[in-house]
């Protein structure tokens, strides 16, 4: 019985090791959004126990009556987690290119009385927005599926107000993990300096802010 329970972990974890490899390669060479029939499956308790919802809401520097933008919000989870932090003072617009995920994060928000959240859909590299209209800015694990980060890292800093945030949280095995000095290195020269960081190496938020 020991060795069927081995053998049977030891395929699993070999088919989830192909997994990653396959997609990150694929996506070296074409970028894609995260399907929307994904988001029950990325969605789950482990992740939540990883990257619980609330706590993300704190370490992304949200604050009572801020103006927050989430870009790719998946099921919603964390975008209601953010509007709770906010408060009904303040407001959360979740964007993305997908409109069935903003259907997903959108019946969420209803469902759980979520009245402060927007959805949007709209394009990182052209966001729709006025310069100096967010207090703070965060995704997680979404950085990796933009073509062109250092393009929408011009646009975020565009549209945060002078001293805002943004901020990254991403986890391990997600298959676009980048390492943190590698994110550091891409968000730094578009205008922001690290401000903190929480974590470990598997599961990290990084906090930047506007200089």
């Not at 009385?113 to 694990?141: C, K, Q, W």
Request: hydrophobic share 45%.
């Amino acid at each position: 019985m020991f060795r069927k329970i081995t053998h049977f972990l030891g395929c699993f974890l070999l088919f989830v090791a192909a997994y990653l490899t396959f997609v990150r390669i694929l996506r070296r060479f074409y970028k894609f959004p995260m399907p929307h029939f994904m988001a029950p499956i990325i969605d789950n308790p482990l992740r939540r126990k990883f990257q619980p919802p609330d706590l993300l809401a704190v370490r992304h520097g949200l604050q009572p009556g801020m103006t927050a933008l989430e870009v790719g919000p998946g099921s919603g989870r964390y975008t209601v987690a953010a509007a709770r932090r906010v408060g009904a003072g303040g407001k959360v617009i979740a964007i993305d290119i997908e409109p069935r995920m903003l259907e997903k994060t959108a019946c969420r928000a209803e469902a759980e009385g979520a009245i402060n959240i927007e959805t949007r859909l709209a394009n990182v590299h052209a966001l729709p927005f006025d310069s100096g209209m967010f207090d703070a800015i965060y995704m997680i694990t979404v950085i990796g599926e933009i073509p062109q980060p250092e393009k929408a890292a011009q646009e975020f800093q565009r549209v945060l107000k002078p001293g805002g945030t943004l901020a990254f949280s991403e986890l391990l095995p997600d298959p676009d993990y980048p390492l943190a000095g590698t994110l550091i290195r891409l968000i730094e020269p578009a205008g922001f300096r690290l401000k903190q960081r929480f974590g470990n190496f598997f599961a990290y938020t990084l906090l930047f802010e506007k200089e």
